[in-house]
């Protein structure tokens, strides 16, 4: 899973039956200190996170299809499943 | 999942089976703030997305499962055609990280 801060939402009309009524948020990964790394993507948020909440993101859709229980055809990859109190690194 | 911008289109008369029907358009990847990120790919599309457009794409397997039947060889397909992203102004975290607080915000 990576750790991620919540950008934004991003809003669509026209979308995959899978995606309605599922928020969906801009995120960008960051490293243990909290600087950001990589490319922002996209997430389906299960756990009511907003613009500037620390999430954690999985990025597996076997999890994802097992956290949504929409039955096995669910084309969304990524699934924000946590909103982060504390990372703590011991140097 | 990605942001990206339809930037063509794909024609293939000869094609693997599952794939007879099937529009592909040629998808820039972006980032949240629309800047290029990474190579263009070849999606296919679930929404009707056309030219120009801004739209989202979901990747691997999960491609697959966007189309019925979900039994497919693609690996990115597009899955949402974006209308607004509202991915500015974040407001600073604090207090998350130890020792280093990020986005300006002041620690606890």
Redesign the interface.
Same mark, same amino acid.
């Given at each position: 899973m990576k750790l991620c801060r919540v950008l934004g939402p991003v809003v669509a009309t026209a979308k995959h039956k899978s995606y309605a009524g599922r928020k969906l948020l801009a995120v960008q990964p960051l490293d243990e200190h909290g600087a950001s790394i990589g490319t922002s993507f996209l997430a389906v948020d299960d756990v009511q996170a907003g613009p500037g909440d620390v999430v954690l993101v999985m990025q597996e859709g076997n999890g994802v299809r097992q956290l949504l229980q929409m039955g096995s055809q669910v084309p969304i990859r990524s699934l924000i499943v946590g909103i982060v109190d504390r990372v703590t690194v011991s140097a | 999942?990605? $942001?990206g911008r339809v930037i063509g289109t794909v024609v293939a008369t000869q094609k693997c089976e599952g794939l007879q029907g099937k529009k592909f358009l040629v998808v820039q990847p972006l980032?949240?703030?629309l800047r290029s990120?990474?190579e263009p790919i070849v999606a296919v599309d679930?929404? #009707?997305?056309g030219p120009g457009e801004l739209i989202?794409f /979901?990747?691997? #397997?999960?491609?697959a $499962?966007?189309l019925?039947p979900?039994f497919v060889p693609v690996d990115a397909?597009i /899955?949402?055609? /974006?209308?607004?992203?509202?991915?500015?102004a974040?407001?600073?975290?604090a207090? /998350?990280?130890?020792?280093?607080?990020?986005?300006g915000g002041g620690a606890r």
């Open positions: - | 999942m990605n $942001l980032d949240h703030a990120a990474g679930t929404v #009707r997305a989202y /979901v990747n691997s #397997r999960e491609a $499962l966007a019925d979900f397909a /899955v949402g055609i /974006v209308d607004d992203i509202a991915a500015d974040v407001p600073p975290t207090g /998350v990280f130890i020792g280093e607080p990020i986005g």
